[in-house]
């Protein structure tokens, strides 16, 4: 039974001892072993690997892989004309030598991105400081992300290499300042409202100008019309005149009949209305009393 035991006890520790001398790499980490706190080792290709038990040798993983450092903070950058602006930028980078990365920059990627956005931010004050906001919104702010990219590299890549590779640099944004941004809205605003009142001016004086147009044609139409009417009205009247002239030229006593039969109808068009002469002293019931007297002598 004790012998059992042994045996067990002896193969929990073999296993114990395999499982911290065996590692795996992935493929997308570097393995950095150590060796008494020494680099001993990078290991580049993913697979299961061997390393002596700790302490004596430790294993540590750095990310390969392309990473991506954004802009941290919001601070103004002052142009060559003295402009205030924020920009926002990433940078695009990867490890590329674990082992100088490590010895000048730190034990992992926080610490690279920490060191290499002061450096990324101090290139961009220098090549803003040279440019105005003109160049940086135009298609000269390309010239200005390469310019960055070449002065980050001079520095990582320099006298104490860091290890890195810098694969590109990319403004997302350029914009003033808040103060600056409300005041150019406002002229902006200013702007729009002068050149909405200009032209909505010049529409109601464009409009003014047809209305009173219209009015003046109207005014020459309906006079016109007016002038043609009575033309047309007079020469009816006179053609009726003169038709009126020659039937009654026919029978003058016929006509002074015809005529006294039309103001009588005139005169009691209504039955409320009231005529009060003397029929014996006035020449207008002559037509009557001359058609009573006829009347009377045919009787």
Request: overall charge positive.
């Amino acid at each position: 039974m004790n012998r059992i035991g042994f045996i067990g006890a002896s193969l929990l520790i073999l296993l114990v001892l395999a499982s911290s001398m065996l590692f795996v790499v992935d493929q997308r980490q570097f393995g950095v072993v150590y060796q008494l706190g020494q680099i001993k080792e990078v290991i580049t290709e993913p697979g299961l690997k061997f390393k002596l038990p700790p302490p004596v040798q430790n294993v540590s993983y750095i990310d390969k892989r392309l990473l991506t450092l954004s802009s941290m903070d919001t601070e103004p950058m002052l142009t060559a004309e003295k402009q205030r602006v924020v920009i926002d930028w990433y940078v695009r980078w990867r490890i590329v030598d674990p082992s100088a990365y490590i010895r000048n920059v730190g034990l992992d990627e926080s610490a690279g991105a920490v060191q290499l956005n002061r450096v990324v931010r101090n290139a961009f004050q220098e090549n803003i400081n040279k440019r105005t906001v003109r160049d940086l919104i135009s298609a000269r702010r390309e010239d200005v992300m390469n310019d960055v990219r070449r002065e980050v590299l001079s520095v990582v890549q320099g006298g104490n290499a860091w290890g890195i590779d810098i694969v590109d640099v990319r403004v997302t944004r350029i914009d003033y300042v808040e103060a600056i941004t409300e005041s150019v809205y406002r002229r902006m605003e200013a702007e729009r409202k002068r050149v909405a009142n200009e032209l909505r001016s010049t529409g109601q004086a464009e409009g003014e100008k047809i209305r009173a147009d219209a009015d003046r044609q109207r005014e020459v139409t309906v006079a016109n019309a007016y002038r043609d009417a009575q033309k047309i009205k007079g020469e009816g009247d006179a053609q009726a005149a003169s038709a009126y002239a020659d039937a009654f030229g026919r029978d003058p006593q016929f006509a002074q009949f015809y005529r006294s039969l039309e103001a009588y109808k005139q005169s009691f068009n209504k039955k409320s209305d009231v005529l009060v002469v003397d029929p014996a002293s006035t020449d207008f019931f002559r037509a009557m009393r001359s058609s009573g007297s006829t009347t009377s002598n045919q009787r």
